[in-house]
């Protein structure tokens, strides 16, 4: 079974704090990306890889930065954590560069910025 | 641009009764569409998927979807509900040939004894 892992189900940090949401998966899968979830808004795409090092901005990229130094790992940055930043975090990834492959999800992480 | 329309945010239906989950899309090449579930606190799990072939697509726990090109359409149906249906739903599409995928805003599934 592909397994994909995120570091906190949740969290809590303060206004302005740099906070890191870590995301492992242990398929080999080229692609991993890293979603929001709101109410009514279903699931928006912050950023995405195709490779080590690669990256690429999604929808809302803004406020948000990403790393991916090995090919298992894909970490979420927030340089300055801001109150509409909270939020339900998804990470995923998926093999191949084709659109027909699922993505695989982790269980979420629930930020919450005060 | 491609988007995804899930009309219905709530959906209410009795144990045992259809149901029926609507997806509309809008893409500009053949799309690659998904149906996920969300169930409480969890993440999002596949419950089936279109690329090509067979129209008519079965997917875990009884849910099939039908994708219908000139409806733009890819409605997601089971015969019968389960309290264990309860969910979140989700229709994804991705354009072909690349692995964004675009999601509804979902629907919300309650089941009633």
């Known amino acids: 079974d592909v397994k994909v892992t995120q570091s906190s189900r ?3 940090k303060r206004t302005g704090e740099k906070v890191f949401l870590e995301c492992v ?16 808004l279903g699931l928006r795409l912050i950023y995405f890889s195709y490779d080590v090092k690669m990256k690429e901005k999604g929808d809302i990229p803004e406020g948000y930065s990403v790393s991916r130094e090995k090919k298992e790992r894909f970490s979420l940055i927030l340089e300055s954590a801001s109150t509409n930043q909270t939020s339900m975090y ?5 093999p191949g560069l084709a659109g027909a492959y699922e993505q695989y999800f982790g269980p979420g992480t629930r930020l919450t910025v005060t | 641009a491609q988007s995804v329309t899930q009309l219905g945010s709530h959906v209410s239906v009795s144990e045992g009764a259809l149901v029926l989950l609507r997806c509309n899309y809008s893409s500009s090449v053949p799309p690659y569409l998904f149906w996920y579930v969300q169930y409480p606190n969890q993440g999002l799990q596949l419950l089936l998927k279109y690329t090509t072939g067979a129209t008519l697509v079965k997917g875990i726990n009884g849910f099939e979807a039908e994708f219908k090109k000139s409806e733009t ?7 019968s509900a389960h309290m264990s249906d309860a969910a979140e739903y989700f229709c994804a599409v991705t354009p072909g040939g690349y692995n964004k995928l675009i999601f509804g805003a979902g629907t919300r599934l309650a089941v009633h004894p």
Not at chain 1, 25 to 40: A, I, K, L, S, V
Not at chain 1, 90 to 94: F, G, V
């Open chain 2, 73 to 79: 359409s890819f409605h997601l149906t089971k015969p």
């Open chain 1, 10 to 12: 949740y969290l809590v």
């Open chain 1, 90 to 94: 998804l990470c995923a990834s998926s």
């Open chain 1, 25 to 40: 998966q242990d398929m080999d899968h080229e692609n991993m990306f890293w979603y929001r979830q709101d109410p009514g």
